[in-house]
């Protein structure tokens, strides 16, 4: 009577979190990581609120955190997690200019940036690097860190809009979106004054003389963003 081969263990999948305000995106990065062996998508989100909501009980290993969500943006919602989950390894995926984005996003605490134009390729990469404790940034951005390392550089970026903080960035972005004052106000949870006094910063960082040039400028950037 032969007897049946013990069964092996087998070690658990990694769980993955993906928070996009597209269903499109959701859906495919979790038809390419549900294919893999070694992890699984355990839950979505499009919003910051709704991702802090299945955070706590998803029980994620990994983030994959879009930076334009509706609302709070990743990067809030980034160090909101950062407060409370310090080592949680955490992807920011985004379309725009990495040069601009990838440094804000490891300042605030993220474990790696990848574009969404190389994001099928790469994601799997980045997800497994940083679950091994590395960084992952795209080539070009690790050799402009390595060259701002040795050089002393300011940014990354030698650019005016590189001077903008998190916060007037993302303004400046909601503006190049269409969005009005009021509009950023409610999705920020700002008062129209603080926008009102962002907006001056902007203005004056990007010497620009009126609010009609700061909407032309914005609505430029977020064209030349979605080209790149």
Request: proline content about 4%; overall charge negative; charged content about 25%.
């Amino acid at each position: 009577m032969s007897l049946a081969p013990k069964p092996q263990h087998q070690p658990a999948k990694k769980r993955i979190l993906v928070v996009d305000d597209h269903p499109i995106v959701r859906q495919g990065l979790a038809l390419l990581i549900n294919r893999e062996s070694d992890m699984v998508v355990c839950g979505e989100a499009e919003e910051s609120m709704g991702a802090l909501h299945v955070l706590t009980s998803a029980h994620p290993d990994v983030l994959i955190v879009d930076i334009s969500l509706n609302g709070p943006d990743g990067l809030d919602l980034l160090k909101t997690i950062r407060t409370t989950h310090p080592s949680l390894p955490v992807l920011i995926l985004s379309m725009h200019d990495e040069l601009i984005y990838a440094e804000r996003a490891l300042r605030a605490g993220a474990n790696g940036y990848i574009m969404k134009q190389e994001a099928t390729e790469k994601v799997l990469v980045a997800v497994r690097r940083i679950l091994s404790g590395e960084i992952y940034v795209s080539d070009r951005i690790a050799n402009k860190m390595l060259k701002h390392y040795i050089t002393g550089a300011g940014t990354l970026r030698d650019s005016s809009i590189a001077d903008l903080s998190d916060r007037e960035l993302e303004v400046f972005r909601l503006i190049g979106e269409g969005h009005g004052t009021r509009q950023i106000a409610e999705e920020l949870h700002l008062s129209i004054k603080t926008v009102e006094s962002y907006q001056a910063h902007i203005k004056e960082k990007l010497s620009l003389r009126s609010a009609r040039e700061l909407m032309q400028h914005a609505i430029q950037w977020n064209m030349n963003e979605k080209t790149t």
